[in-house]
C-alpha cells in the first residue's frame, strides 16, 4: 500500500500519534484541564507522553 511519495498507513499514523502524544503533553503540564489529578502524577504523566512522542519522532525518522 506504498504511495509514490512514500507515505503509507503507517507513516500517516505514526505522525498522528507524535502529535497526540505532544498534544497530551501540553493537556497535563500547561493547562488547567487535568486539575483534578495530583499535580506530580500531571508532571509524570506529561513527561512519559513527551518520551513517547519523542521515542515515536525518532523512530519515525530512522525508517523514512
Known sequence: MNMKNGL??????????VVFYL???V??????TFE???QTIRL???VMF???GV??????WQRR
Not at 8 to 17: A, D, E, L
Not at 27 to 32: I, M
Not at 55 to 60: D, F, Q, T, V
Open 23 to 25: 498534544v497530551m503533553f
Open 36 to 38: 483534578h489529578f495530583n
Open 8 to 17: 503509507n498507513f503507517n507513516y500517516i499514523w505514526g505522525i498522528f500519534m
Open 50 to 52: 513527551l518520551i513517547l
Open 55 to 60: 521515542a515515536r519522532i525518532i523512530s519515525l
Open 44 to 46: 509524570i504523566l506529561g
Open 27 to 32: 493537556l497535563f503540564v500547561f493547562t488547567p
